[in-house]
């Protein structure tokens, strides 16, 4: 299978703190987007970051890719209860296909 | 407009029942996809339609029959559908091209009987 692999699979913090989850992917990419799935609804963009660069800022959000490692991460910083989702890293190599990571849930309680 | 609207939000149907999903989006998108999604699972892709023709079929059975209207709707028949079909069907659009930012609708949840 070509899907990611995200960890961890579940993270529990308390608002404030910080979050980070961890992608690894296996093919060369285009471009790596991370998206975020509240509970059982449609899921929502949140970065894309192209295989020329290294770091990206959003807002509250940085995500890093190491192409040499088929890495990512994406850091939240200062989470809010209202972050509490799945988050989920998708690889495009092209082809009009996003191929998504496992994912990650994320509980932050206030 | 930036949304991607699908009928219905919920769908509940026998082994011998025909339906179909909706979706529509008014972005002046050139590719639609559907996905399914079970619990705790990430998305996998099952059609691309790009410029209103299948682009891709990632092998996924014939009880499943995707059709793209026009450039702004996109439908999945389905018929004779097995309990293990039983999941949350998304769609979705992109502009298309080397930047495929993918804007999603809610999904339809559907379960088969």
């Known amino acids: 299978s070509q899907q990611g692999e995200e960890d961890p699979q579940a993270l529990s913090i308390q608002e404030g703190e910080n979050a980070t989850m961890n992608c690894s992917y296996k093919t060369s990419i285009n471009n790596l987007q991370w998206y975020r799935q509240n509970s059982g609804r449609g899921l929502v963009h949140l970065i894309l970051i192209r295989s020329n660069e290294r770091e990206k800022h959003s807002g509250r959000l940085r995500v890093t890719l190491d192409t040499s490692k088929k890495s990512s991460s994406l850091l939240i910083t200062a989470s809010r209860a209202a972050d509490t989702a799945s988050y989920f890293c998708?690889?495009?190599?092209?082809?009009?296909?996003?191929?998504f990571g496992t994912g990650t849930r994320l509980l932050v309680s206030p | 407009d930036t949304e991607v609207t699908q009928t219905p939000k919920h769908l509940v149907m026998g082994m011998t029942n025909k339906k179909s999903l909706k979706c529509e989006q008014h972005m002046g998108h050139r590719a639609m996809y559907w996905y399914k999604q079970k619990a705790k699972k990430p998305p996998e892709l099952m059609f691309v339609?790009?410029?209103?023709?299948?682009?891709i079929n990632e092998s996924v059975p014939s009880r499943f029959s995707p059709e793209c209207p026009n450039s702004s709707l996109l439908n999945l028949h389905l018929h004779a559908l097995q309990p293990e079909d039983s999941a949350l069907y998304l769609c979705?659009?992109?502009?298309?091209?080397?930047?495929?930012?993918?804007?999603f609708g809610p999904g339809t949840r559907l379960t088969v009987l």
């Open positions: 339609y790009s410029y209103e023709k299948l682009s």
């Open positions: 998708a690889t495009d190599a092209g082809f009009q296909k996003l191929v």
């Open positions: 979705a659009s992109s502009q298309g091209g080397l930047v495929n930012e993918q804007f």
